[in-house]
């Protein structure tokens, strides 16, 4: 069979999705209002919080969701469905609605970073895709943040489309990675599709392809003189890559009254050749030309090479951040957490585990972030019934949730309802943010969490706490089932 030149995504979804979906129409089933929440249990690294991502991809499928031909006769092949039901599928749209944590938001385990309200056979078939869309560029947009924070202020772009998996883990990734706030990206097609803003100048086959190095950067000065970035370490670079680009920059750029140019390291002692460099670049009256740094860098080798003293303007940070190479999971889950019945009753659900990690936390719910009126600082996050409001004109007192006894008062604080609607009966009511826009969003919610909880090591554990009406529901249903 030939493969099909643009593959449906729709039919990208765990088998077992089908299999239940076809018996809750068998048995009547496949209208049940259903409640799910996307959220993962646990922060990768180690870190105080992670970053929501891959909403607009998750947006994309849903409004493209449905079942072709070629679809209806694969499904037909495995020989397990009745007609009656390829026929539904035939017709078969997203009705639901959906509420979501806005892209670029940091998030905390146990919160939900989406919420299905769907009937019960579509709000299971999507459970793949929100969980890989969210997933994978939630764990990416985390992982680049923590470059980001590592490299204080400087440049910081993503290198990584040939180590990605997969060609959309390099174009996605990238988006992602420019959510958790890298400056740019080396992927063009990210750039095409998403705006991401893509560069880069040579490679050491470049230089390999002249009779001599100089005359390889001689000849990129001229070609692009307002983009002349050289790669100094092919050969030797104190001894023959550095003093090359300064001839060629004395050459070419001066007499244009270009001073904007730069050189990159790719390899060796990167904190002793960028020291080195500087200094040689600075006697040469090139203050302002920068240096770049590549070579499998992360947050932990930026932190490192600063502490070194090393002169960089600039980290190109590739496999270690498009893959999350240090914990390349992000772990986000999809479960049932409210059944409604005709009357529009909720009755909640719990899943109930010997991990405790595992036990998920029942019904409907609405998520809220209490900012201090005096510092504008996160100070907690708060799980409620769906039907609860908050008061914050009045003191609140709030607990942690796996520790009865831990409670905490909190005031003079205002309350901000996290999750926005995306959809409603199947049609699209959000505005979607331009990327940019989610980028700076996501660097202004990130400056109000504490320094305690963004450090690296050791982040003090912010609190995702739950009111009295939704623990009451929780242990109430572990108690009952338990």
């Not at 209208?31 to 970053?51: S, W």
């Not at 769907?118 to 939630?138: F, K």
């Not at 958790?180 to 040579?202: F, N, R």
């Not at 004109?393 to 309350?415: C, G, H, M, N, Q």
Request: aromatic share 12%; net charge negative.
């Amino acid at each position: 069979m030939e493969r099909k030149e643009r593959l449906n995504l729709s039919m990208l979804f765990d088998f077992y999705e089908m299999t239940m979906a076809n018996g809750y129409f068998r048995k009547g089933m496949q209208d049940r209002i259903t409640y799910f929440d996307v959220f993962f249990r646990r922060v990768p690294d180690k870190g105080g919080f992670a970053i929501a991502a891959g909403l607009e991809q998750l947006v994309d499928y849903i409004k493209n969701l449905h079942f072709d031909e070629d679809d209806i006769a694969y499904l037909r092949s495995k020989n397990l469905f009745q007609e009656d039901f390829l026929e539904y599928l035939r017709r078969f749209r997203f009705t639901g609605d959906i509420w979501a944590v806005p892209e670029g938001t940091p998030v905390f385990p146990g919160e939900p970073l989406v919420t299905v309200r769907a009937p019960a056979s579509q709000a299971q078939l999507i459970e793949t895709y929100a969980l890989l869309s969210v997933n994978h560029q939630s764990l990416i947009a985390t992982k680049a943040n923590r470059v980001v924070r590592a490299a204080q202020g400087r440049t910081v772009l993503e290198f990584g489309s040939r180590r990605a998996q997969g060609n959309d883990g390099a174009i996605t990734g990238a988006r992602a990675a420019y959510i958790g706030g890298v400056h740019g990206t080396a992927c063009a097609i990210s750039d095409q599709l998403y705006g991401v803003p893509a560069a880069g100048t040579m490679a050491h086959s470049w230089v390999q392809m002249f009779d001599s190095q100089y005359e390889a950067f001689k000849t990129y000065c001229e070609i692009y003189p307002t983009n002349a970035v050289l790669l100094v370490d092919t050969y030797n670079t104190l001894k023959s890559g550095v003093p090359d680009a300064i001839r060629a920059f004395n050459e070419v750029l001066k007499p244009l009254g270009i001073t904007k140019c730069g050189i990159r390291l790719d390899s060796g002692d990167i904190a002793y050749l960028t020291k080195e460099a500087r200094k040689m670049l600075d006697a040469a009256g090139w203050q302002t030309c920068t240096i770049s740094a590549s070579n499998s860098l992360d947050e932990e080798l930026i932190r490192d090479l600063l502490l070194q003293g090393a002169k960089i303007d600039c980290f190109g940070v590739g496999e270690r951040m498009i893959t999350a190479r240090s914990e390349p999971v992000f772990g986000g889950v999809y479960k049932l957490v409210a059944v409604e019945d005709e009357t529009g009753t909720i009755t909640p659900k719990i899943k109930i585990s010997e991990n405790v990690a595992k036990i998920t936390t029942p019904h409907y719910k609405k998520l809220f972030r209490f900012y201090g009126n005096d510092t504008g600082k996160a100070i907690a996050d708060y799980l409620t019934v769906y039907d609860e409001s908050v008061d914050d004109s009045r003191p609140l007192v709030i607990f942690d949730p796996d520790a009865t006894w831990k409670k905490k008062e909190v005031y003079d604080f205002t309350a901000k309802e996290l999750q926005v609607q995306v959809f409603q009966n199947g049609e699209l009511v959000y505005d979607l943010p331009t990327l940019p826009e989610i980028r700076k969003y996501c660097l202004e919610q990130v400056d109000t969490l504490w320094e305690e909880v963004k450090r690296f090591d050791n982040p003090h554990k912010y609190y995702v706490d739950l009111s009295q009406k939704l623990w009451d529901v929780k242990h109430g249903l572990l108690e009952k089932n338990g």
